[in-house]
């Protein structure tokens, strides 16, 4: 079964500085793997999502990016962060072909001050 | 447009009151339905995989249900460690599409 990694827990940053989020994925090769920002009280939504090594969709424009160095490793930047960059984000893993359900990251609760 | 609803956004019961959570979809060449619980501050936990209407799936005190339009989540008898927030997803080709959620709290 697949496991994510995730990390840090929480953070909180100043407004203007830069971000960085990691997330690696064990027991699977080749996933899909997912960003996704959690507003409280709201649904998920989609940010990025990579199918392989360097390739990334970005489903809204943001102030965020994010990048696919390896197979297994999934990561989320920002440059300046903004205060509405705050929230919880969740990385996921899935199967080839979406029939799978998702296993998720324990999420980073982001504030930015 | 793809999209999923939920209803009610937030349910209180008694334990041991016996309801459903709704969750209805609108998605072109559906491949899956999905269940999540959310805990607060943590990441979602899988519960169900539903592929064809008419199927249904258990574990312990929920059991999951799928038409062609919607899927129902029926929590039977729950206890206060069962309050959490259910997500419903619907998944089509390499995209997932979750709802909102339903926020359960059980009183005991």
Redesign the interface.
Known sequence: SQTIHQWPATLVQPVGSPLSLECTVEGTSNPNLYWYRQAAGRGLQLLFYSVGIGQISSEVPQNLSASRPQDRQFILSSKKLLLSDSGFYLCASSGTGSIYGYTFGSGTRLTVV | EDQVTQSPEALRLQEGESSSLNCSYTVSGL??L?W?RQDP??????LF?L?SAGEEKEKERLKATLTKKESFLHITAPKPEDSATY?C?V??????Y????TKLNVKP
Not at chain 2, 41 to 46: A, R, S, T, Y
Not at chain 2, 91 to 96: A, E, G, T
Request: charged share 15%.
């Open positions: 491949r899956g999905f999540y501050g943590k990441g979602p936990e899988f995989t592929y997500l997803a998944s089509n080709f390499n995209k997932f979750f709802g909102s959620g």
